[in-house]
T-cell receptor, first 109, second 112 residues
Framework: RKEVEQDPGPFNVPEGATVAFNCTYS??????FFWYRQDCRKEPKLLMS???SGNEDGRFTAQLNRASQYISLLIRDSKLSDSATYLC??????????FGAGTRLFVKA | DGGITQSPKYLFRKEGQNVTLSCEQN?????MYWYRQDPGQGLRLIYY???????QKGDIAEGYSVSREKKESFPLTVTSAQKNPTAFYLC???????????FGSGTRLTVV
């Protein structure tokens, strides 16, 4: 079993749709959680951290469920510019950081 | 503007050749990292360095070497011992107590 697992997609959604991604992690000692966005052939960029109480940044909402060991990312009112690969990143302390392989999202006009 | 500069953007390596990828940051970050990204896989850690003149192996260090002679610079050498070097290489840095990595724009290495 991979330490961090994501559905690779692709998710194909129309503009304006709401889309959600989940990510599961295996290490129950994991301490911090992030979502990164990666455009095709570019470097990953931090989208948002994920906090225990859940957090929102504009159209993006992140949730953490420690009991079930998953995090989620919800994107509301999808834009064409949201098309990218979304990476789930989990840190188990120190330099033990695991990157998921990513979920691809295509938003269509 | 502060950031991480990786060069070259594209690099072609012949069999049996060593090549060095450059990574320079002007963010005053202490920790620097090298990751490798292959299609369909998550980023995998090659080496990391917390301070000058000190570095540690990551999960896939075989066939690679690094140095950290200056805080700003963390070059990666891909040696001939690395049998499958074709990949996208990403350099990153972090600052203590600030979450998240800052990545360079990457170097795409191809064996010819």
């Amino acid at each position: 079993r991979k330490e961090v697992e994501q559905d690779p997609g692709p998710f194909n959604v129309p503009e304006g749709a709401t889309v959600a991604f989940n990510c599961t992690y295996s290490n129950s000692a994991s301490q911090s959680f992030f979502w990164y966005r990666q455009d095709c052939r570019k470097e990953p960029k931090l989208l948002m951290s994920v906090y225990s109480s859940g957090n929102e940044d504009g159209r993006f909402t992140a949730q953490l469920n420690r009991a079930s060991q998953y995090i989620s990312l919800l994107i509301r009112d999808s834009k064409l510019s949201d098309s990218a690969t979304y990476l789930c990143v989990v840190n188990a302390g120190g330099f033990k950081t695991i990157f998921g392989a990513g979920t691809r999202l295509f938003v269509k006009a | 503007d502060g950031g991480i500069t990786q060069s070259p953007k594209y690099l072609f390596r012949k069999e049996g050749q060593n090549v060095t990828l450059s990574c320079e940051q002007n963010l005053n970050h202490d920790a620097m990292y090298w990751y490798r990204q292959d299609p369909g896989q998550g980023l995998r850690l090659i080496y990391y360095s917390q301070i000058v003149n000190d570095f540690q192996k990551g999960d896939i260090a075989e066939g690679y070497s690094v140095s950290r002679e200056k805080k700003e610079s963390f070059p990666l050498t891909v040696t001939s011992a690395q049998k499958n070097p074709t990949a996208f290489y990403l350099c990153a840095s972090t600052r203590q107590s600030v979450p998240g990595y800052t990545f360079g724009s990457g170097t795409r290495l191809t064996v010819v």
